[in-house]
């Protein structure tokens, strides 16, 4: 069978959505790819936390130094300067457009007066959805895909990128639920908005044998790479393959990232086995899971109290995933610390010193053991949660090259014409080491831009 569209879009994550709509919106009549029963991605399943300097939420708590420059620099340091720094420009000047986009055009409701401050960043700037998942991100982005009369197919796969004599993409083949061949036809172009490969252990060791079996993961089943090849195929340029991110705090039993655990950045602190915390409970996703890995077992706890519950609320926003856990043993709420320590058999003596020092470093605001850049908060008093979390692999930096206009480029550093990419799918805004909330505001700052272009250039 074959069908002809003016844009085929392959993925439906937030690049793949956000992408297709703007493309639509410029006119284009557009089918959306996605190889999965349903839609979302690996955005779906994500905190959906989105960074946006300057944003209205920083305004309202009174963030007024904020600025893109801040925000690039703290990008470009992030992944050790091997993001292409006029790439990350782009990123920093858009982020804030792009939120305002999701907010006013798309609907999704971010929280009013709360932001997080993920490792790297030198502001709080990450704007929550409602929920504190991309779910919101995802549903208000189907709701608008749907109005806008968009083509959705889902357990559609998308296996090869079809090319004319002059090596023009001009569709793609896909196999349908059924395993029926499909052609489709794309007038304008193809956008590629696959996502990452960190579901691929074989691609994962091809490109840094570290990250092999010993590492669950806390991508979808989706995320293959397959974006990744197929656009090889036709001569495409990779950068950064061998970065490959491990998430800190994960589900020990399944790789499951944990969202429960995001109260560490409202300061809970990690600890070991023996009672001692190890390293900045804010550094940076690689430095932190290095260090868990390091400790006996190769597993942290992470601790908290009342106090800190009540900032982010993250157990009321995950009550599904705190109900699970503490099924599953991994997370116990005491009412004493000897309690906390005891579930877990950690050293009740070095436990209770190392939380008289938070709570010194937490009145005087000067954390002299590992410089906690959010300020520590004392633990004090109790109830207490204790929670027992491993790495696990969650994003892959490196993949496709694109230019400013998300044109896939070839080896020999030309345009492959007719493809674009956006997303996780491709390798040249985070260097070694994506910051937390930037994998959302570069999706849909660079799927935007790809819908807008694959039809500009019609
Ligand atoms: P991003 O954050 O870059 O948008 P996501 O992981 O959220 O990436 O979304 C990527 C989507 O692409 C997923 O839903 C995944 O199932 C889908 N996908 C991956 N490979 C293919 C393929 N070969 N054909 C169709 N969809 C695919």
Known sequence: AEQTYDVVVIGAGGAGFSAAIEANQ??????????????????????????????????KLGITDDSADLYYEDTLKGGDHLGTPEMVRILADHALESAE?????????????????????SRKRALIPVGHTGAELITKLKTKTEEQGVTIKTSMKADALITNDEGRVTGVEATDGSGNKI????????????????????????YNPEMDEKYMSTDTPGTTGDGIVMAEALGAKLANMEYIQTYPVCNPETGVISLVADSRFDG???????????????????VISKAILAQTGGYTYQLWNQTIADIGKTIEAHQDEYDMLVKQGLLYKADTLEEAAKFFNVDIDTLKATVKKVNRYASTGDDLDFHHRGGLVSLETGPYYIQKA????????GG??????????????????GLYAAGEVTGVIHGTNRLGGNAIADIFTFGRIAGQQVVAEN
């Open 26 to 59: 410029a006119g284009a009549q557009v089918v959306l790819l996605e190889k999965m029963p349903t839609v979302g991605g690996n955005t779906l399943i994500s905190g959906g936390e989105m960074n946006a300097p300057n944003n209205w939420v920083q305004q």
């Open 101 to 121: 986009w999701l907010r006013d055009e798309i609907k999704v409701e971010f929280l009013p007066d709360h932001l997080f401050q993920f490792g790297g960043h």
């Open 183 to 206: 052609i489709f036809h794309a007038q304008m172009g193809v956008i590629v908005a696959t996502g990452g490969f960190g579901s691929n252990i074989e691609m994962r060791k091809k």
């Open 268 to 286: 809970a602190i990690l600890i070991n086995q023996e009672g001692e915390r190890f390293v900045e409970e804010l550094e940076r996703r690689d």
């Open 390 to 397: 491993v790495p696990s692999v969650h994003h892959t930096m």
């Open 400 to 417: 496709l090259v694109i230019d400013g206009k998300t044109h896939v480029i070839n080896d020999e550093g030309n345009v492959i014409p």
